[in-house]
């Protein structure tokens, strides 16, 4: 098995280390650095929660894309899928942050 890094999985747009406040007073990551993390703990730590969490919220901007297929070679440190979940995953945790 391949061994993953927290690197692999900072996108170009992550702000990492930095916080933000979106819209309220709470400090959080932005959405490229938190869609990061999910996949990351998805993939290197085998957590069926953020698996799950990683899939769902890529698959309402995914189209076409076989999210399972990509979320498999992301497991695999495959860095241009890595980066493309992380795209998909952005506008579905947009979504639940301003819900």
């Known amino acids: 098995m391949t061994q993953l ?3 692999q ?10 916080v ?5 007073d709470e400090p959080m990551l932005d959405l490229y650095t938190m869609a990061g ?5 998805a993939c290197a730590n085998n957590n069926q ?6 899939l769902e919220v890529s698959k309402a901007s995914a189209g076409h894309t076989d ?10 440190g495959d ?13 579905g945790l ?3 942050v301003e819900a």
Do not use: G, W
Not at 49 to 54: D, G, I, K, L, P
Not at 79 to 91: G, K, S
């Open 37 to 41: 993390l999910i996949l990351y703990t």
């Open 94 to 96: 947009q979504t639940r």
């Open 79 to 91: 860095r241009a899928a890595i980066l493309e979940m992380i795209a998909l995953m952005v506008p």
């Open 20 to 24: 933000v406040n979106i819209t309220s």
């Open 49 to 54: 929660n953020a698996t799950a969490n990683a």
């Open 9 to 18: 999985f900072i996108h170009p747009r992550s702000q990492f280390p930095s």
């Open 67 to 76: 999210v399972k297929k990509l979320f498999e070679r992301c497991q695999t």
């Open 5 to 7: 890094n927290f690197s």
